[in-house]
Protein backbone atom coordinates (compact mmCIF):
# COMPACT_ATOMS: atom_id res chain seq x y z
CA UNK A 1 0.00 0.00 0.00
CA UNK A 2 2.64 2.41 0.75
CA UNK A 3 5.92 2.90 -0.28
CA UNK A 4 7.51 1.27 2.79
CA UNK A 5 11.27 1.61 3.42
CA UNK A 6 11.81 -2.17 2.72
CA UNK A 7 14.21 -3.47 0.79
CA UNK A 8 12.78 -4.69 -2.91
CA UNK A 9 13.29 -8.31 -4.31
CA UNK A 10 11.46 -8.48 -7.08
CA UNK A 11 9.04 -6.17 -8.81
CA UNK A 12 6.07 -6.83 -11.21
CA UNK A 13 6.25 -6.00 -15.21
CA UNK A 14 9.51 -4.38 -15.17
CA UNK A 15 12.03 -4.29 -17.58
CA UNK A 16 15.77 -4.78 -16.54
CA UNK A 17 17.32 -5.38 -12.99
CA UNK A 18 15.40 -4.83 -9.51
CA UNK A 19 16.99 -1.86 -7.82
CA UNK A 20 17.83 -3.25 -4.06
CA UNK A 21 17.91 -7.23 -5.15
CA UNK A 22 20.29 -9.29 -2.84
CA UNK A 23 21.44 -6.11 -0.97
CA UNK A 24 19.56 -6.45 2.16
CA UNK A 25 20.34 -8.26 5.51
CA UNK A 26 16.58 -8.20 6.56
CA UNK A 27 15.36 -12.10 7.57
CA UNK A 28 11.77 -13.25 5.62
CA UNK A 29 8.62 -12.05 8.28
CA UNK A 30 6.21 -14.39 9.00
CA UNK A 31 2.78 -14.63 10.06
CA UNK A 32 1.69 -17.86 11.91
CA UNK A 33 -1.98 -18.97 12.57
CA UNK A 34 -2.97 -21.24 14.96
CA UNK A 35 -6.86 -22.46 13.53
CA UNK A 36 -6.64 -24.43 16.81
CA UNK A 37 -6.50 -21.75 19.57
CA UNK A 38 -9.00 -18.88 17.64
CA UNK A 39 -12.18 -18.42 19.36
CA UNK A 40 -13.43 -16.18 16.07
CA UNK A 41 -13.66 -12.72 18.39
CA UNK A 42 -12.75 -10.93 14.79
CA UNK A 43 -10.27 -8.67 17.17
CA UNK A 44 -8.52 -8.93 13.66
CA UNK A 45 -10.97 -7.81 11.32
CA UNK A 46 -11.73 -4.53 14.04
CA UNK A 47 -8.15 -3.96 14.03
CA UNK A 48 -7.19 -4.38 10.28
CA UNK A 49 -9.90 -1.76 9.06
CA UNK A 50 -9.05 0.48 12.11
CA UNK A 51 -5.39 0.38 11.12
CA UNK A 52 -5.73 0.52 7.51
CA UNK A 53 -8.64 3.38 8.31
CA UNK A 54 -11.60 1.43 5.96
CA UNK A 55 -15.12 1.89 7.01
CA UNK A 56 -17.18 -1.11 8.18
CA UNK A 57 -18.80 -2.53 5.90
CA UNK A 58 -22.25 -4.23 5.15
CA UNK A 59 -22.00 -7.72 7.01
CA UNK A 60 -24.01 -10.71 5.33
CA UNK A 61 -25.24 -13.37 7.90
CA UNK A 62 -26.36 -16.48 5.72
CA UNK A 63 -26.92 -18.39 8.57
CA UNK A 64 -23.21 -18.39 10.06
CA UNK A 65 -20.83 -16.55 11.86
CA UNK A 66 -18.68 -15.46 9.03
CA UNK A 67 -19.35 -11.50 8.49
CA UNK A 68 -19.10 -11.78 4.49
CA UNK A 69 -19.05 -14.34 1.32
CA UNK A 70 -15.48 -13.42 0.87
CA UNK A 71 -12.84 -10.76 1.42
CA UNK A 72 -13.60 -7.75 -0.14
CA UNK A 73 -10.89 -4.81 -1.49
CA UNK A 74 -11.66 -2.57 1.87
CA UNK A 75 -12.13 -5.33 4.10
CA UNK A 76 -8.47 -7.94 3.40
CA UNK A 77 -9.12 -10.12 6.76
CA UNK A 78 -12.08 -12.44 7.19
CA UNK A 79 -12.29 -15.05 10.05
CA UNK A 80 -14.08 -18.00 6.99
CA UNK A 81 -16.33 -20.24 9.25
CA UNK A 82 -16.85 -23.37 9.59
CA UNK A 83 -19.22 -26.36 10.94
CA UNK A 84 -17.65 -29.61 10.76
CA UNK A 85 -18.13 -33.35 11.65
CA UNK A 86 -14.84 -34.58 12.92
CA UNK A 87 -15.36 -39.02 13.13
CA UNK A 88 -13.67 -38.89 16.37
CA UNK A 89 -14.34 -35.25 17.86
CA UNK A 90 -17.59 -34.69 16.87
CA UNK A 91 -18.83 -30.99 16.12
CA UNK A 92 -15.95 -28.67 15.27
CA UNK A 93 -16.67 -25.32 14.94
CA UNK A 94 -13.27 -24.50 12.75
CA UNK A 95 -12.54 -20.76 12.53
CA UNK A 96 -9.71 -19.63 9.65
CA UNK A 97 -8.60 -16.25 9.50
CA UNK A 98 -8.54 -15.67 5.67
CA UNK A 99 -6.03 -12.94 4.03
CA UNK A 100 -3.19 -12.64 1.80
CA UNK A 101 -0.79 -15.45 1.78
CA UNK A 102 2.22 -13.66 0.98
CA UNK A 103 3.55 -16.36 -1.35
CA UNK A 104 7.40 -16.86 -2.03
CA UNK A 105 6.14 -17.24 -5.34
CA UNK A 106 3.25 -14.98 -5.62
CA UNK A 107 1.32 -15.80 -8.35
CA UNK A 108 -0.25 -11.91 -8.59
CA UNK A 109 3.31 -10.80 -9.39
CA UNK A 110 3.49 -13.24 -11.81
CA UNK A 111 0.54 -11.72 -13.73
CA UNK A 112 0.53 -7.87 -13.42
CA UNK A 113 1.88 -6.65 -16.39
CA UNK A 114 2.38 -2.94 -14.62
CA UNK A 115 5.80 -1.86 -13.66
CA UNK A 116 6.30 -1.68 -10.51
CA UNK A 117 2.38 -2.24 -9.51
CA UNK A 118 3.40 -5.09 -7.04
CA UNK A 119 6.82 -5.55 -5.46
CA UNK A 120 7.91 -8.38 -3.23
CA UNK A 121 10.28 -7.18 -0.31
CA UNK A 122 13.52 -9.01 0.70
CA UNK A 123 11.49 -9.92 3.71
CA UNK A 124 8.84 -11.96 2.08
CA UNK A 125 6.04 -9.05 2.24
CA UNK A 126 3.98 -8.78 -1.56
CA UNK A 127 2.62 -5.59 -1.49
CA UNK A 128 0.71 -3.60 -4.00
CA UNK A 129 1.30 -0.23 -4.86
CA UNK A 130 -2.05 1.39 -6.18
CA UNK A 131 -0.90 4.21 -7.32
CA UNK A 132 1.74 2.42 -10.36
CA UNK A 133 -1.85 -0.39 -10.25
CA UNK A 134 -3.85 -0.04 -13.94
CA UNK A 135 -6.62 -2.32 -12.28
CA UNK A 136 -6.38 -4.59 -15.62
CA UNK A 137 -7.35 -7.74 -12.80
CA UNK A 138 -4.30 -10.20 -13.95
CA UNK A 139 -3.55 -10.48 -10.21
CA UNK A 140 -6.72 -11.69 -9.87
CA UNK A 141 -6.27 -14.48 -12.36
CA UNK A 142 -2.87 -15.24 -11.05
CA UNK A 143 -3.81 -15.39 -7.43
CA UNK A 144 -4.40 -19.03 -6.34
CA UNK A 145 -6.31 -18.21 -3.62
CA UNK A 146 -9.00 -15.60 -4.16
CA UNK A 147 -6.99 -13.07 -2.83
CA UNK A 148 -6.94 -9.66 -4.59
CA UNK A 149 -9.98 -7.33 -5.02
CA UNK A 150 -10.92 -4.78 -7.35
CA UNK A 151 -12.39 -1.70 -6.44
CA UNK A 152 -14.79 -0.44 -8.63
CA UNK A 153 -14.84 3.35 -7.37
CA UNK A 154 -10.66 3.34 -7.41
CA UNK A 155 -10.50 0.98 -10.21
CA UNK A 156 -7.28 -0.48 -8.52
CA UNK A 157 -6.90 -3.99 -6.97
CA UNK A 158 -6.25 -3.90 -3.29
CA UNK A 159 -4.91 -6.67 -0.74
CA UNK A 160 -3.64 -7.41 2.54
CA UNK A 161 -0.50 -6.01 2.91
CA UNK A 162 0.99 -7.56 6.28
CA UNK A 163 0.68 -4.12 7.35
CA UNK A 164 4.24 -3.31 5.17
CA UNK A 165 3.94 0.44 6.46
CA UNK A 166 4.25 -1.31 10.51
CA UNK A 167 6.93 -3.66 10.03
CA UNK A 168 9.41 -1.45 7.64
CA UNK A 169 8.83 0.45 11.44
CA UNK A 170 9.64 -2.86 13.03
CA UNK A 171 6.00 -3.13 14.55
CA UNK A 172 4.00 -6.32 14.13
CA UNK A 173 0.97 -6.35 11.91
CA UNK A 174 -2.33 -4.84 13.34
CA UNK A 175 -3.95 -8.34 13.44
CA UNK A 176 -1.07 -9.53 15.45
CA UNK A 177 -1.51 -6.88 18.22
CA UNK A 178 -5.60 -7.65 18.60
CA UNK A 179 -5.45 -11.16 19.23
CA UNK A 180 -6.25 -11.63 22.61
CA UNK A 181 -6.02 -16.08 22.37
CA UNK A 182 -2.65 -15.70 21.26
CA UNK A 183 -3.44 -17.52 18.18
CA UNK A 184 -2.02 -15.00 15.95
CA UNK A 185 2.22 -14.77 16.27
CA UNK A 186 4.47 -12.92 14.14
CA UNK A 187 8.25 -13.36 13.57
CA UNK A 188 10.93 -14.74 11.34
CA UNK A 189 10.01 -17.57 9.09
CA UNK A 190 12.48 -20.28 11.17
CA UNK A 191 10.97 -19.20 14.25
CA UNK A 192 7.23 -19.39 13.33
CA UNK A 193 8.15 -22.95 11.22
CA UNK A 194 9.91 -24.16 14.99
CA UNK A 195 6.61 -23.00 17.07
CA UNK A 196 4.68 -24.51 14.47
CA UNK A 197 5.92 -27.42 14.28
CA UNK A 198 6.19 -27.73 18.19
CA UNK A 199 2.16 -26.90 18.35
CA UNK A 200 1.36 -30.05 15.80
CA UNK A 201 3.40 -32.44 17.70
CA UNK A 202 1.47 -31.74 20.70
CA UNK A 203 -1.70 -31.59 18.71
CA UNK A 204 -0.51 -35.59 17.47
CA UNK A 205 0.45 -37.00 20.62
CA UNK A 206 -1.79 -34.96 23.39
CA UNK A 207 -4.75 -33.95 21.39
CA UNK A 208 -5.57 -36.62 19.85
CA UNK A 209 -5.23 -35.03 16.18
CA UNK A 210 -3.34 -37.69 14.51
CA UNK A 211 -3.41 -35.42 11.27
CA UNK A 212 -2.41 -32.08 12.49
CA UNK A 213 -0.02 -30.31 10.02
CA UNK A 214 1.41 -26.65 9.66
CA UNK A 215 0.11 -25.10 6.24
CA UNK A 216 2.71 -23.95 4.06
CA UNK A 217 2.01 -25.06 0.86
CA UNK A 218 5.26 -26.18 -1.64
CA UNK A 219 3.60 -25.05 -4.59
CA UNK A 220 3.65 -21.17 -4.28
CA UNK A 221 7.16 -21.99 -2.65
CA UNK A 222 5.57 -21.37 0.48
CA UNK A 223 4.11 -18.41 2.03
CA UNK A 224 5.04 -16.04 4.71
CA UNK A 225 1.27 -16.59 6.74
CA UNK A 226 1.03 -20.20 7.60
CA UNK A 227 -1.03 -21.86 9.41
CA UNK A 228 -1.68 -25.03 12.18
CA UNK A 229 -4.52 -27.22 11.31
CA UNK A 230 -6.03 -29.59 13.30
CA UNK A 231 -6.25 -32.02 9.82
CA UNK A 232 -3.75 -30.69 7.61
CA UNK A 233 -4.52 -33.34 5.14
CA UNK A 234 -7.95 -31.52 4.20
CA UNK A 235 -7.50 -27.80 4.27
CA UNK A 236 -10.57 -27.34 2.17
CA UNK A 237 -13.10 -27.95 5.49
CA UNK A 238 -11.12 -24.70 6.60
CA UNK A 239 -13.32 -22.19 4.35
CA UNK A 240 -11.86 -23.66 0.94
CA UNK A 241 -8.50 -23.08 2.08
CA UNK A 242 -6.82 -25.21 -1.14
CA UNK A 243 -5.01 -27.99 -0.96
CA UNK A 244 -2.19 -27.59 -3.19
CA UNK A 245 -2.58 -24.44 -4.68
CA UNK A 246 -0.22 -23.20 -7.48
CA UNK A 247 0.23 -20.60 -10.09
CA UNK A 248 -2.54 -21.10 -12.96
CA UNK A 249 -0.43 -23.43 -15.60
CA UNK A 250 -2.01 -21.28 -17.92
CA UNK A 251 -0.29 -17.96 -16.33
CA UNK A 252 3.09 -19.89 -16.27
CA UNK A 253 2.32 -20.96 -20.31
CA UNK A 254 1.41 -17.48 -21.23
CA UNK A 255 4.38 -15.59 -19.10
CA UNK A 256 6.65 -17.96 -19.80
CA UNK A 257 6.98 -20.16 -23.42
CA UNK A 258 3.91 -18.64 -25.20
CA UNK A 259 6.18 -15.07 -24.40
CA UNK A 260 9.20 -16.16 -25.80
CA UNK A 261 7.69 -17.74 -28.64
CA UNK A 262 5.56 -14.16 -29.15
CA UNK A 263 8.56 -12.13 -29.00
CA UNK A 264 10.63 -14.26 -31.21
CA UNK A 265 7.60 -14.78 -34.30
CA UNK A 266 7.26 -11.00 -34.10
CA UNK A 267 11.07 -10.68 -34.53
CA UNK A 268 11.27 -12.53 -36.95
CA UNK A 269 8.30 -11.73 -38.86
CA UNK A 270 9.56 -8.06 -39.21
CA UNK A 271 13.36 -9.39 -39.84
CA UNK A 272 11.73 -11.70 -42.87
CA UNK A 273 9.69 -9.11 -44.50
CA UNK A 274 12.76 -6.95 -44.28
CA UNK A 275 14.50 -9.58 -45.76
CA UNK A 276 12.19 -10.18 -48.33
CA UNK A 277 12.24 -7.04 -49.72
CA UNK A 278 15.88 -6.86 -49.90
CA UNK A 279 15.92 -9.97 -51.86
CA UNK A 280 13.14 -9.55 -53.84
CA UNK A 281 11.67 -6.24 -53.29
CA UNK A 282 8.03 -4.89 -54.87
CA UNK A 283 5.97 -6.40 -57.37
CA UNK A 284 6.02 -3.08 -59.82
CA UNK A 285 3.19 -2.20 -62.26
CA UNK A 286 5.49 -0.56 -65.46
CA UNK A 287 4.07 2.97 -65.75
CA UNK A 288 1.56 3.04 -68.54
CA UNK A 289 2.13 -0.78 -69.37
CA UNK A 290 -0.93 -1.97 -71.10
CA UNK A 291 -3.06 -4.31 -69.18
CA UNK A 292 -2.83 -7.95 -71.21
CA UNK A 293 -5.78 -10.17 -71.59
CA UNK A 294 -9.24 -8.61 -71.24
CA UNK A 295 -11.27 -7.34 -73.78
CA UNK A 296 -10.45 -4.07 -75.10
CA UNK B 1 -19.49 -10.05 -56.66
CA UNK B 2 -17.52 -6.52 -57.57
CA UNK B 3 -19.48 -4.35 -55.02
CA UNK B 4 -19.47 -0.93 -56.75
CA UNK B 5 -16.04 -1.21 -58.19
CA UNK B 6 -16.43 -0.14 -61.79
CA UNK B 7 -13.85 1.18 -64.23
CA UNK B 8 -13.82 5.05 -64.15
CA UNK B 9 -13.59 7.91 -67.24
CA UNK B 10 -10.42 8.97 -66.41
CA UNK B 11 -8.63 5.77 -67.37
CA UNK B 12 -8.34 4.25 -63.38
CA UNK B 13 -10.43 1.40 -62.09
CA UNK B 14 -12.53 2.37 -58.91
CA UNK B 15 -10.96 -0.75 -56.03
CA UNK B 16 -12.79 0.22 -53.05
CA UNK B 17 -15.88 2.72 -52.45
CA UNK B 18 -15.70 5.66 -49.91
CA UNK B 19 -18.16 3.12 -47.52
CA UNK B 20 -15.59 0.69 -47.87
CA UNK B 21 -12.63 2.87 -47.10
CA UNK B 22 -14.15 3.95 -44.05
CA UNK B 23 -15.10 0.69 -42.54
CA UNK B 24 -11.09 -0.31 -43.66
CA UNK B 25 -9.74 2.32 -41.46
CA UNK B 26 -12.64 2.07 -38.88
CA UNK B 27 -11.17 -1.10 -38.25
CA UNK B 28 -6.98 -0.40 -39.04
CA UNK B 29 -7.25 2.57 -36.32
CA UNK B 30 -9.13 1.17 -33.72
CA UNK B 31 -6.68 -2.12 -34.62
CA UNK B 32 -3.26 -0.01 -34.29
CA UNK B 33 -4.62 1.00 -30.93
CA UNK B 34 -5.42 -2.25 -29.77
CA UNK B 35 -1.78 -3.12 -31.04
CA UNK B 36 0.15 -0.81 -28.88
CA UNK B 37 -1.78 -0.73 -25.84
CA UNK B 38 -2.09 -4.77 -25.66
CA UNK B 39 1.51 -5.14 -26.60
CA UNK B 40 2.33 -2.82 -23.76
CA UNK B 41 0.53 -5.06 -21.20
CA UNK B 42 2.44 -8.14 -23.12
CA UNK B 43 5.83 -7.05 -22.06
CA UNK B 44 7.31 -4.62 -19.77
CA UNK B 45 10.05 -3.99 -22.54
CA UNK B 46 7.29 -2.22 -24.11
CA UNK B 47 5.01 -0.71 -21.35
CA UNK B 48 6.21 2.53 -22.20
CA UNK B 49 4.00 2.23 -25.14
CA UNK B 50 1.12 2.58 -22.53
CA UNK B 51 2.90 5.59 -21.58
CA UNK B 52 2.91 7.41 -24.41
CA UNK B 53 -0.97 6.75 -24.96
CA UNK B 54 -1.54 8.42 -21.86
CA UNK B 55 -1.01 6.00 -19.23
CA UNK B 56 -1.42 2.40 -18.04
CA UNK B 57 -4.53 2.92 -16.34
CA UNK B 58 -5.87 4.89 -19.63
CA UNK B 59 -4.94 2.62 -21.53
CA UNK B 60 -6.59 -0.27 -19.80
CA UNK B 61 -9.88 1.44 -19.56
CA UNK B 62 -9.77 2.82 -23.28
CA UNK B 63 -8.50 -0.93 -24.60
CA UNK B 64 -11.94 -2.71 -24.54
CA UNK B 65 -13.99 0.14 -25.99
CA UNK B 66 -11.36 0.30 -29.22
CA UNK B 67 -11.92 -3.40 -28.92
CA UNK B 68 -15.61 -3.21 -29.23
CA UNK B 69 -15.28 -0.41 -32.11
CA UNK B 70 -12.85 -2.94 -33.68
CA UNK B 71 -15.33 -6.02 -33.83
CA UNK B 72 -18.07 -3.61 -34.93
CA UNK B 73 -16.12 -2.73 -37.96
CA UNK B 74 -15.32 -6.45 -38.12
CA UNK B 75 -18.97 -7.32 -38.25
CA UNK B 76 -19.14 -4.31 -40.88
CA UNK B 77 -16.71 -6.49 -43.11
CA UNK B 78 -18.42 -9.35 -42.89
CA UNK B 79 -21.65 -8.17 -44.15
CA UNK B 80 -19.62 -6.10 -46.88
CA UNK B 81 -16.67 -8.36 -48.00
CA UNK B 82 -17.78 -12.06 -46.52
CA UNK B 83 -19.03 -13.28 -50.12
CA UNK B 84 -16.44 -12.37 -51.87
CA UNK B 85 -14.24 -13.88 -49.43
CA UNK B 86 -15.67 -17.42 -49.95
CA UNK B 87 -12.74 -19.97 -51.03
CA UNK B 88 -13.43 -21.18 -54.54
CA UNK B 89 -11.78 -23.92 -56.50
CA UNK B 90 -9.52 -21.67 -57.93
CA UNK B 91 -7.92 -20.80 -54.90
CA UNK B 92 -6.00 -24.20 -54.24
CA UNK B 93 -3.66 -23.74 -57.39
CA UNK B 94 -3.12 -20.26 -56.32
CA UNK B 95 -1.69 -22.17 -52.85
CA UNK B 96 0.46 -24.43 -54.90
CA UNK B 97 1.93 -21.13 -56.70
CA UNK B 98 2.68 -19.15 -53.58
CA UNK B 99 6.42 -20.05 -54.10
CA UNK B 100 6.13 -18.13 -57.32
CA UNK B 101 3.87 -15.03 -55.67
CA UNK B 102 6.63 -14.52 -52.88
CA UNK B 103 9.62 -14.39 -55.79
CA UNK B 104 7.46 -11.88 -57.75
CA UNK B 105 7.21 -14.15 -60.62
CA UNK B 106 3.47 -13.04 -60.97
CA UNK B 107 3.33 -14.15 -64.34
CA UNK B 108 3.23 -17.75 -63.72
CA UNK B 109 0.21 -17.12 -60.74
CA UNK B 110 -3.09 -18.01 -61.72
CA UNK B 111 -5.30 -15.20 -61.98
CA UNK B 112 -6.67 -13.87 -58.83
CA UNK B 113 -10.58 -12.42 -58.16
CA UNK B 114 -11.33 -8.98 -56.52
CA UNK B 115 -9.17 -10.88 -53.34
CA UNK B 116 -6.64 -13.11 -53.83
CA UNK B 117 -6.71 -16.28 -51.67
CA UNK B 118 -4.12 -14.65 -49.33
CA UNK B 119 -5.98 -11.57 -48.59
CA UNK B 120 -8.84 -14.08 -48.06
CA UNK B 121 -6.56 -15.70 -45.46
CA UNK B 122 -5.99 -12.43 -43.65
CA UNK B 123 -9.93 -11.33 -43.83
CA UNK B 124 -10.86 -14.39 -42.19
CA UNK B 125 -8.03 -15.16 -39.39
CA UNK B 126 -9.07 -11.32 -38.17
CA UNK B 127 -12.54 -12.75 -38.20
CA UNK B 128 -12.06 -15.58 -36.21
CA UNK B 129 -9.54 -14.02 -34.10
CA UNK B 130 -11.70 -11.14 -34.08
CA UNK B 131 -14.05 -13.78 -32.56
CA UNK B 132 -11.48 -15.26 -29.60
CA UNK B 133 -10.25 -11.59 -28.72
CA UNK B 134 -13.95 -10.59 -28.18
CA UNK B 135 -15.15 -13.47 -26.02
CA UNK B 136 -12.03 -13.73 -24.18
CA UNK B 137 -11.84 -10.05 -23.39
CA UNK B 138 -15.17 -9.84 -22.36
CA UNK B 139 -14.01 -12.07 -19.72
CA UNK B 140 -10.43 -9.99 -18.63
CA UNK B 141 -12.53 -6.77 -18.80
CA UNK B 142 -14.55 -7.10 -15.67
CA UNK B 143 -12.41 -10.81 -13.99
CA UNK B 144 -14.29 -9.38 -10.64
CA UNK B 145 -17.95 -10.46 -12.05
CA UNK B 146 -15.98 -14.12 -13.03
CA UNK B 147 -17.43 -16.06 -9.62
CA UNK B 148 -14.33 -17.70 -8.12
CA UNK B 149 -15.86 -21.08 -8.21
CA UNK B 150 -15.09 -20.72 -12.22
CA UNK B 151 -12.01 -18.46 -11.41
CA UNK B 152 -9.63 -20.88 -13.66
CA UNK B 153 -11.13 -19.76 -16.77
CA UNK B 154 -9.44 -16.24 -16.33
CA UNK B 155 -5.96 -16.95 -16.71
CA UNK B 156 -7.01 -19.24 -19.76
CA UNK B 157 -8.74 -16.15 -21.27
CA UNK B 158 -5.65 -14.19 -20.66
CA UNK B 159 -3.40 -17.17 -22.47
CA UNK B 160 -6.31 -17.34 -25.14
CA UNK B 161 -6.45 -13.82 -25.68
CA UNK B 162 -2.47 -13.49 -26.18
CA UNK B 163 -2.22 -16.60 -28.83
CA UNK B 164 -5.21 -15.11 -31.10
CA UNK B 165 -3.69 -11.54 -30.24
CA UNK B 166 -0.06 -13.21 -31.57
CA UNK B 167 -2.13 -14.96 -35.11
CA UNK B 168 -3.24 -11.16 -35.95
CA UNK B 169 0.04 -10.01 -35.36
CA UNK B 170 1.82 -12.13 -37.71
CA UNK B 171 -1.24 -11.34 -40.62
CA UNK B 172 -1.39 -7.69 -39.65
CA UNK B 173 3.13 -7.60 -40.40
CA UNK B 174 2.10 -9.43 -43.85
CA UNK B 175 -0.54 -7.07 -44.55
CA UNK B 176 1.17 -3.49 -44.13
CA UNK B 177 4.33 -5.41 -45.57
CA UNK B 178 1.78 -6.18 -48.80
CA UNK B 179 -0.16 -2.79 -49.00
CA UNK B 180 2.63 -0.37 -48.72
CA UNK B 181 6.15 -2.18 -49.51
CA UNK B 182 5.12 -4.47 -51.96
CA UNK B 183 2.12 -3.79 -53.89
CA UNK B 184 2.37 -0.41 -55.02
CA UNK B 185 -0.59 1.23 -55.72
CA UNK B 186 -2.31 -1.07 -53.00
CA UNK B 187 -2.19 1.77 -50.51
CA UNK B 188 -3.66 4.56 -52.56
CA UNK B 189 -6.28 2.32 -53.58
CA UNK B 190 -7.84 2.00 -49.67
CA UNK B 191 -6.95 5.67 -49.74
CA UNK B 192 -8.35 7.38 -52.74
CA UNK B 193 -10.10 4.17 -53.90
CA UNK B 194 -8.57 4.02 -57.39
CA UNK B 195 -6.11 1.88 -58.99
CA UNK B 196 -4.59 1.61 -62.74
CA UNK B 197 -5.73 -0.87 -65.06
CA UNK B 198 -2.27 -2.01 -65.48
CA UNK B 199 -2.45 -2.65 -61.49
CA UNK B 200 -6.51 -3.95 -61.82
CA UNK B 201 -4.57 -6.54 -64.60
CA UNK B 202 -1.50 -7.46 -62.98
CA UNK B 203 -2.61 -8.37 -59.51
CA UNK B 204 -6.60 -9.35 -59.84
CA UNK B 205 -7.08 -10.39 -63.74
CA UNK B 206 -10.30 -12.13 -62.98
CA UNK B 207 -11.92 -9.03 -61.08
CA UNK B 208 -10.77 -6.53 -63.40
CA UNK B 209 -11.75 -8.53 -66.88
CA UNK B 210 -15.55 -8.94 -65.61
CA UNK B 211 -15.58 -5.22 -64.90
CA UNK B 212 -14.23 -4.69 -68.60
CA UNK B 213 -17.02 -7.12 -69.57
CA UNK B 214 -19.59 -5.66 -67.80
CA UNK B 215 -18.33 -1.94 -68.93
CA UNK B 216 -18.55 -2.93 -72.51
CA UNK B 217 -21.94 -4.79 -72.17
CA UNK B 218 -23.69 -1.61 -71.06
Known sequence: MSQATMEIRRISGHAGAVPGAGMSRSYDVCKLIDTTTCIGCKACEVACLEWNGYSFSETSFNNSYQTMPETAWNYWNLI???????????????MRKDQCMHCEDPGCLEACPADGAIVQYQNG?????????????????????????????????????????????????????S?????????????????????????????????????????????????????????????????????????????????????????????????HYLRFGPKTVEDGAKPQGGTR | ??????????????????????????????????????????????????????????????????????????????????????ETPQDKAWWRGLRHYVRNEDEKMPSADRFNPGQKLLFWGFFWNGIVLLLTGLVLWNPQWIPWGVGFVRPICALLHAIAALLTIGLFIIHIYMGTAIERGAFGSVIRGDVSRAWADKHHRSWYQRLVKDSSRK
Request: glycine share 12%.
Open chain 1, 80 to 94: KFNEYEHPDHGLMLL
Open chain 1, 125 to 177: IVDFQQDRCIGCGYCMSGCPFNIPKFSTEARKVFKCTLCSDRVSQGLEPACIK
Open chain 1, 179 to 275: CPTGCLHFGSKDDMRELADRRTKQLREHSGFGNAGVYDPPGVGGTHVIYVLHDATNPEIYGGLPKDPHIPWSVRLWKHPLKWLGNLAMIGGIAGVFV
Open chain 2, 1 to 86: MSGESQLLPNGRVLRYSFQERAIHWLAGISYVYLLLTGLAFWSPWLFWMAIALGGGTISRELHPWFGLVFVFAVVLMFRMWGAQMK
